[in-house]
């Protein structure tokens, strides 16, 4: 990735997707933000898509893509995976409430904000939960041969 691009970069792997959000080396707030991200996002794109096409081959997942500058943040590209659950009539009587009342076009919407809804208000807790994570998967791997 060419090092002009970002002041700071930030990746994050999940399953399905490598997320790359990185911070435009530029001085911006609202919408003249937003603007400088509209234009690196266009400007770039041949070169991301290279990049992407690559990093996917390499390690199998699909490769995102976001900017930041100042208190704007855009994601160009990301995976909205789909996610299987099962919920009993409680649960679901929670998402129908949500769409009824209009806070989410369908019970799929008011599951994924209630997911981010958790995320915000758990945020330190989640964090706290990754690093113990893994600490024991470093524990595992530093174990003894079988």
Do not use: N
């Not at 789909?82 to 009342?101: F, G, I, N, S």
């Not at 113990?132 to 079988?146: C, I």
């Amino acid at each position: 990735m060419p090092k002009a691009w970002f002041s700071e970069v930030e990746v994050t792997v999940d399953r399905e997707e490598i997320l790359v959000v990185g911070t435009l080396a530029e001085e911006a707030d609202g919408a003249e933000a937003e603007g400088r991200i509209s234009r690196f996002r266009a400007e770039t794109r041949a070169e991301r898509i290279e990049i992407a096409e690559e990093a996917q081959a390499r390690y199998q997942r699909k490769v995102s893509w976001g900017a930041r500058l100042g208190e704007s943040e855009a994601l160009f590209t990301h995976v909205a995976a789909p996610v299987m659950t099962r919920l009993r009539q409680p649960e679901r009587r929670v998402l129908d409430t949500l769409v009824d009342a209009g806070v989410a076009r369908s019970r799929s919407d008011a599951l994924a904000w209630s997911v981010q809804l958790v995320g915000e208000h758990a945020d330190e807790w989640l964090g706290q939960l990754r690093e113990a994570m893994a600490e024991v998967d470093k524990l595992r791997s530093d174990g003894p041969g079988l």
